[in-house]
């Protein structure tokens, strides 16, 4: 993202809105095609998920978030990908940088340090991290997009919030519990590294400064009035 987008000027933001969007839905298709593809072989990819505390299973930090146990499993990570991906990547820019290689690198390796033994698969422990994040840091920040895109992400994907206790045997809440963890803590550590979104001034509030300085009569002065001497 560049930095003049952080100007304030409509057409940048929108800018920079399209293009979180887009990296989002990219990141998306390509799970789409993987799967896809998995099918079209007749191949089972889950092998290549994290299985914990094996050798052969720390290849999954790498290669576990891009693998989904079915269609429909992709398709239920498919709008959250989206929608999380686009408000991280367009309220945090700079933030995004450090947290998503952090996020996806260590939710995978927590799985591989403490999960129950399992191939774990997919890109859930992506989707909790990036909403705590963006709720977290709205939380802390307390600027005008920062609460709009944390009220946001807690309206439509609060109930995720459960996901990070212990549910279905064919569910990791692991890789949940781990993606949050790492999301919230890194909301604490980042959470200045992106600047503020420029206040906008309109024309209108010089006009009415002009007028309340033209009507407001000079005040008395404040200086003692002066002794006569008679």
């Known amino acids: 993202m560049r930095e003049d987008d952080q100007a304030g000027d409509p057409t940048a933001d929108s800018s920079r809105l399209r293009r979180a969007f887009t990296a989002s839905l990219g990141f998306v298709i390509a799970l789409w095609l993987l799967k896809i593809g998995e ?3 007749a191949r089972d990819l889950s092998v290549y998920g994290v299985f914990p505390r094996t050798l052969h299973g720390l290849w999954g930090v790498v290669w576990g978030p891009l693998l989904h146990g079915s269609l429909a499993h992709v398709f239920a990570n498919t709008a959250p990908l989206i929608v999380l991906g686009t408000a991280l990547l367009y309220g945090y820019p700079r933030a995004a ?48 997009r920062a609460i709009a895109l944390a009220l946001a992400v807690f309206f439509l994907y ?22 949050a963890a790492i999301g919230v803590v890194l909301a604490f550590l980042l959470r200045n590294l992106d ?7 309109y ?28």
Do not use: C, N
């Not at 609060?158 to 993606?179: A, K, L, R, T």
């Not at 600047?195 to 001034?201: D, F, Y």
């Open 158 to 179: 609060g109930g995720m919030i459960w996901g990070i206790f212990p549910q279905g045997p064919g569910i990791s809440f692991e890789s949940h519990f781990f993606g």
């Open 97 to 144: 940088r450090v947290l998503l290689p952090l996020l996806y690198l260590g939710s995978g390796l927590g799985v591989w340090l403490f999960a129950r033994p399992a191939y774990h698969i997919g890109a859930s422990g992506l989707t909790f991290g990036m909403m705590f994040f963006v709720f977290t840091i709205g939380a802390l920040r307390w600027d005008k």
């Open 195 to 201: 600047p503020p979104p420029a206040e906008k001034h």
């Open 203 to 230: 024309s209108w509030e010089d006009e009415d400064d002009e007028e309340s300085a033209a009507e407001d009569p000079p005040g008395p002065s404040d200086e003692p009035p002066s002794t006569l001497r008679l």
């Open 39 to 41: 099918i079209w072989l």
